[in-house]
């Protein structure tokens, strides 16, 4: 026993938890958790489970409370894991952590926030930069949604993950608001025109900024960046008026 009258290290992690056990304990409240996931969280530092001799991963009640605290925070109040490893670390210290508050990783929005310009996005929403990189697990557990339903979004290009496997803040967006359609009676496969008519545009903008990009001059890169920003948003904001258009027809407005 230590000082405190907590059991020792070595008394802990020879009763602790197998990955399995832990997971099971987990499932009640966090259905999509999974076993790679809680070797995720451990990989970034967030859980460090002890081992047995053979190296087998044993699991502390305290680290099972940690994973418990990482996934509510990832669930309830979006924080990126960056965040969480912080709070986590300062309460390793003895110090008060900063009080959670719900927060959505950079540039993931409630579907409800109005944007700026009546709501029509301009070129700061198309800039690029360290975007958030999501796990499988982690787009699941923000979107609300199912592993088949994600297959449906990835089977018909609703949604793709990154060269690495990641999936971006904006794969979130894109799930809840195809998990809100379907609630119109609406299928994945019903939307793939919507995929086909971006990759168009896409299409157009590149050709229209690849000849600037290929120029070698200083300041090129720059240049065409700020037009391929401007365009989208302005092709965007077409869209979206041409939408509305259309539906006065529809209502009769």
Not at 230 to 236: D, F, G, N, Q, R
Request: charged share 25%.
């Amino acid at each position: 026993m230590t000082a405190a009258g907590q059991p020792g290290r070595s008394e802990a992690r020879r009763d602790g938890l197998s990955i399995g056990a832990v997971l099971a304990q987990l499932r009640g409240d966090f259905p999509d958790v999974t076993i790679s996931k809680i070797r995720f969280l451990e990989a970034e530092g967030l859980v460090q489970p002890g081992r047995t001799a053979s190296g087998y991963r044993q699991f502390a009640v305290a680290d099972v409370e940690r994973l418990r605290f990482v996934l509510s925070a990832q669930r309830d109040h979006y924080l990126p894991l960056k965040v969480i490893k912080e709070q986590l670390d300062a309460a390793d210290s003895g110090l008060e952590p900063a009080a959670v508050t719900p927060r959505l990783p950079r540039k993931l929005v409630p579907l409800e926030a109005p944007g700026e310009n009546g709501g029509l996005p301009g070129p700061s929403d198309f800039e690029t930069g360290r975007e958030v990189r999501l796990t499988r697990e982690e787009l699941l557990a923000q979107a609300g949604i199912d592993a088949a339903t994600l297959a449906e979004l990835q089977q018909y290009g609703l949604v793709r993950p990154g060269a690495a496997g990641f999936f971006d803040p904006d794969a979130v967006q894109v799930a809840r608001t195809v998990k809100a359609m379907t609630e119109f009676g609406i299928e994945p496969r019903h939307l793939r025109a919507f995929r086909a008519a971006a990759d168009r545009e896409v299409g157009l903008l590149e050709q229209i900024v690849t000849p600037v990009y290929r120029h070698r001059d200083t300041g090129a890169k720059d240049r065409a960046d700020e037009v391929v920003r401007e365009l989208a948003a302005l092709s965007v904001t077409l869209h979206t008026l041409l939408v509305k258009a259309g539906i006065r027809g529809v209502t009769g407005g």
